[in-house]
C-alpha cells in the first residue's frame, strides 16, 4: 500500500494516458455530480412543500358552518346554521384522547385605535391554545391565560404588524387599545409564518368578545389539532367522524356539503405525502441510475485498460512479478482515480446546490441540499465499485501466462 516504487509506477502511467485517466474520473464525477444535484432538488421540493403546511399547526382540523341546501328532518333548505360553546365541548369530548390542542375562535371585523391611529382589523376571540393551532411565537409579553377567559378579561394578544400600524414607538406591552369602544390592554406581540396578513390578527378571549356581542354564545370555528401519533388515514377518518356527528346534532343531512363543512390537514399532508413518495422515487431511481452508470463506465473503462495493458502485464511476469502484486498495482490506481473523481465530483455536486440556493422557490424548490450521510455513502459505493472494477480484469489477466500475453496485440 505504502511502497513507493509502485506509487512512482501509478503517477507514471496516469501521466503517460493521461486522456485513458480524464475519460476513467469523468464517469465517476458526472455520477455523483448528477446524484447529488438531482437529491438536492428533491430535498428542495419536500422542503417546499413542508414549508407550506407550517403556517398553521399541520395535524390542523378546521370545522364551519353555513347555511344548508338540503331540506332535511322537517326542516327547510337555505338555513342558517351556527355553533355554540356547547358545540365546541361536544366535538371537542368526542374522543379526548385523539386531541392534542384546541381552541374555538369567535370573529369579528371591528375598528381599533391608539392614540391618533386607527385601523379596522380582524378580532379573534379564542382560548389559550389558539398560539399553539396558529404556530404562532411570542415576541414580547404573554398569551391568553385560563384566568383572562374565567374573568373575561379586556386584554389583548396583537400581531406584529398591528403593533408597526397602530403603537409605533416603544413596547406596546402594557398600553391600551380602543376595540370598538372598549378599552383592552395589550399583553402580548406575536409574529406568524402566515405573513402580514396573520400578523394583522388581534386575539382577546372569546369569553370577553362573546360578551361584547350582547352575551352571545357563537363560536365561528372550531380548530381541533388531532394526537400527532394518529396516521393521515386515522386522522382523516375522525375528520369524517367530527363531520357526521355535527351534522346530527344540527339536523343537517349527511348529503348537505354546504351546512357543515370540516377542512382537515390530514387530507392534504395525505395526498402531499404520496406526491413527495412519487417525487422521491422518481429522483431515487434516477439518482441510482447515475450512479450505476457511473460504476458500469468505469468497469468498462478498467476493462479495457487491463486489456490495452496485457503485454505490459507479460512482460511483468516474465521478469518474476508475481499475480498479487501486478493486481495490487492495478487496483490502487483504480481506486485513486475513483477517489480522487468522486471528491471533484461531490464538491462540484454541493457548490452547484450552494449556488442554486433559494432561486428556485418559484418552481417549489426551497434549500435543495443533500445531507452527508448520504453523500458518504454514495462516494463508498463508487470507490468500492471502482476497487471491484479494477479488481476483476486485472486478476483475470494476472492468470494468463506470460507467453500468452505477449502475443496480445
Known sequence: MFDLDRWQEIFSSIRSNVLRTVLSGFTVALGLFIFIVLFGIGKGLQNAFTEGFARDAQNLISI??????????????????????????FLVGMDKEKVGYSSPRYQASLLVKYGKESGTYQINGADTE???IENRKLLEGRYLTPTDLERKQNVAVIGRMVQRDLIKNGSPVGKDLN????????????????????????????????????????????????????????????????????????????????????????QNMNDTFMFLAVITAIVTFIGLGTLLAGIIGISNIMVYIVKERTQEIGVRKAIGAKPKSIVALIVQESVLITVISGFVGVGLGVLALNLIGDSLEEFFIKDPNVGWVTIFAAFIALVFSGLIAGFVPAYRASKIKPIEALRVE
Open 130 to 132: 389558539e398560539k399553539f
Open 179 to 266: 376595540i370598538n369602544g372598549t378599552m383592552f390592554k395589550v399583553v402580548g406581540v406575536f409574529s406568524d409564518d402566515g405573513g402580514d396578513w396573520d400578523e394583522r390578527h388581534i386575539t382577546i378571549p372569546i369569553t370577553t368578545l362573546q360578551q361584547m356581542k350582547k352575551g352571545s354564545d357563537t363560536v365561528s370555528t372550531v380548530y381541533i389539532a388531532y394526537n400527532e401519533n394518529m396516521t393521515p388515514q386515522e386522522a382523516i377518518k375522525y375528520g369524517d367522524e367530527l363531520k357526521s356527528r355535527l351534522k346530527s346534532r344540527k339536523n343537517v343531512s349527511p348529503d348537505d356539503e354546504n351546512g357543515v363543512r370540516v377542512w382537515n390537514n390530514a
Open 64 to 89: 364551519f358552518t353555513g347555511r344548508t341546501t338540503l331540506a332535511y328532518n322537517g326542516l327547510q333548505s337555505d338555513r342558517t346554521v351556527t355553533m355554540n360553546n356547547e358545540d365546541y365541548d
